[in-house]
């Protein structure tokens, strides 16, 4: 089982709607989450981090759900400029490996004109 | 200025050969790693570094050689390159260990073996 898993996608919005991407983790331990965005042949780079009580960041919101073991990022408002793969992140608390991230494969959203 | 920085950008070469990649940050961060990216665009880590001292050591195998010089650099040797070893590398660093903290990512470097 993958430690972290997402819905590869494609997604396929038009400009203006609510979209939202949802990854579980297998490691219960988990405590750290995150979601990076990876624009196509370019580096990650972190969108945000993800907290218990849920955040907000302009029009992307995360959740944690601890007792279902998933993450959410909703992004409302789509723009032609959020098209790219959306990476799920967790981080397992056990010992050497606490600070060792693992990434999903990521999802892919294309926002249409 | 180039946060992380990764030489080359792109690198071709044959089986059996030997490589290296290089990774420099200017970000004053304790920690580097080096990350894999293969084809599907699974990205594992490979090894971390704190302070010049490893501290994650995935399952690579040893034809794949970390070094840091000091804690701005973290270089990646790889000796007898095998088809396999095709992938995109990211160097990446962050201010420690915490993971908490943000993990900044050099532009990678993209290996062919043909």
């Known amino acids: 089982r993958k430690e972290v898993e997402q819905d590869p996608g494609p997604f396929n919005v038009p400009e203006g709607a609510t979209v939202a991407f949802n990854c579980t983790y297998s490691?219960?331990?988990?405590?750290?989450f995150f979601w990076y965005r990876q624009d196509c042949r370019k580096e990650p780079k972190l969108l945000m981090s993800?907290?218990?009580s849920g955040n907000e960041d302009g029009r992307f919101t995360a959740q944690l759900n601890r007792a279902s073991q998933y993450i959410s990022l909703l992004i409302r408002d789509s723009k032609l400029s959020d098209s790219a793969t959306y990476l799920c992140?967790?981080?397992?608390?056990?010992?050497?490996?606490?600070?060792?991230?693992?990434f999903g494969k990521g999802t892919k959203l294309s926002v249409i004109p | 200025d180039t946060a992380v920085s990764q030489t080359p950008k792109y690198l071709v070469t044959q089986m059996g050969n030997d490589k290296s990649i290089k990774c420099e940050q200017n970000?004053?961060?304790?920690?580097m790693y080096w990350y894999k990216q293969d084809s599907k665009k699974f990205l594992k880590i490979m090894f971390s570094?704190?302070?010049?001292?490893?501290?994650i050591n995935e399952t690579v195998p040893n034809r794949f050689s970390p070094k840091s010089p000091d804690k701005a650099h973290l270089n990646l040797h790889i000796n007898s390159l095998e088809l396999g070893d095709s992938a995109v590398y990211f160097c990446?660093?962050?201010?420690?260990?915490?993971?908490?903290?943000?993990?900044?990512f050099g532009p990678g470097t993209r290996l062919t073996v043909t």
């Open positions: 990446a660093s962050s201010q420690s260990w915490d993971p908490h903290h943000e993990q900044y």
């Open positions: 490691n219960s331990a988990s405590q750290s």
């Open positions: 993800v907290y218990s």
């Open positions: 992140v967790a981080s397992p608390n056990s010992g050497a490996g606490s600070y060792q991230l693992t």
């Open positions: 970000l004053g961060h304790d920690t």
């Open positions: 570094y704190n302070n010049k001292e490893l501290i």
